[in-house]
């Protein structure tokens, strides 16, 4: 299914052509699937045009492919390049929260981490990119989460695999147990914390707040330095790797949402110091998931 969104108006906006599509997995979830076919200056789309598709990492969404101008997005820049590029929001994000049965507002709805991602929505989403582009391979450009369900998806299904030519990981994931903040000992008590604020559902969701926020007041001066300071508490204080002037979109279209089990399954990561399955803490439901009593 081909429809348009706030993120086609964007690309729209700086001129690039696109398109948005919705892809369902094998256990239901709907994910909004983005395609800039081609850079501007291109008449149209050449048969053999490199593919290449781009993953965001955790609590974020397409939109980090596309936050800044033309000439400093990934994704407009790829395109450009000569590059027919593809951009995935993986389930929970802004525009992958739909099921073809569960409502976000159920905690079933939200019972997924990276595993699910990983078993299910890369395959899903590579399978169409290959089928509607009729190549059989692409390239595939992760960041953070976006390359660890590529290493657990890649190398538990060979047939995936088989169809990427390249595999780009940007700060790739695939320990997180050096982590000292917040420090291992907090976590059974984050984790207990996150369960009754959030309800085992949405956690790190775009709320109405973020975008009065943004665009009223991290335009004023006197503002500026809060907005700044909330950012770079959030995502890092590297000074150097920012456009300030933007802070105010950055802000309308971060964090992009993910699940509360998502965010325990990364605490676990750490608490275990391995990269292993989500442990569902109940030998019953461990042996429904993974046909023994532990997680693998």
């Not at 101008?69 to 395109?79: D, F, I, K, M, R």
């Not at 790739?172 to 907090?186: A, F, I, R, Y």
């Not at 399954?265 to 110091?273: F, R």
């Amino acid at each position: 299914m081909f429809r348009t969104s706030a993120k086609s108006q964007i690309m729209s906006y700086w001129g690039y052509p696109n398109e948005q599509y919705d892809i369902v997995t094998k256990d239901g979830y709907i994910l909004g699937l983005y395609r800039i076919p081609h850079g501007k200056e291109c008449l149209g789309t050449a048969p053999y045009r490199p593919v290449v598709y781009l993953q965001h990492g955790l609590s974020a969404s397409a939109f980090n492919w596309i936050a800044n101008l033309p000439p400093n997005s990934l994704a407009y820049v790829l395109a450009d390049a000569g590059c027919d590029v593809w951009l995935g929001n993986s389930r929970g994000t802004i525009w992958s929260q739909r099921h073809v049965s569960l409502s976000p507002d159920s905690e079933e709805f939200w019972a997924f981490s990276f595993d699910e991602m990983a078993n299910y929505d890369l395959p899903a989403t590579i399978d169409f990119i290959v089928k509607k582009t009729r190549q059989k391979q692409l390239y595939y450009l992760g960041h953070s989460q976006g390359t660890t369900i590529a290493f657990i998806s890649f190398s538990t299904n060979p047939k995936l695999a088989q169809r990427i030519k390249m595999f780009f990981g940007l700060a790739p994931v695939g320990s997180v147990k050096h982590v000292k903040s917040p420090p291992k000992k907090l976590f059974p008590f984050l984790e207990s914390l996150m369960k009754v604020l959030f309800h085992n559902k949405a956690i790190f969701a775009q709320i109405k707040f973020n975008q009065f926020f943004a665009t009223k007041m991290c335009n004023l001066w006197i503002f500026h330095w809060l907005c700044k300071g909330i950012f770079f508490a959030a995502y890092g204080s590297d000074y150097r790797n920012i456009n300030e002037s933007r802070l105010d979109v950055y802000i309308s279209n971060y964090p992009g949402a993910t699940s509360v089990q998502n965010v325990i399954h990364w605490a676990q990561l750490i608490t275990s110091g391995q990269l292993q399955a989500f442990d569902w803490e109940d030998p019953a439901l461990n042996m429904v998931h993974y046909n023994q009593s532990a997680n693998l």
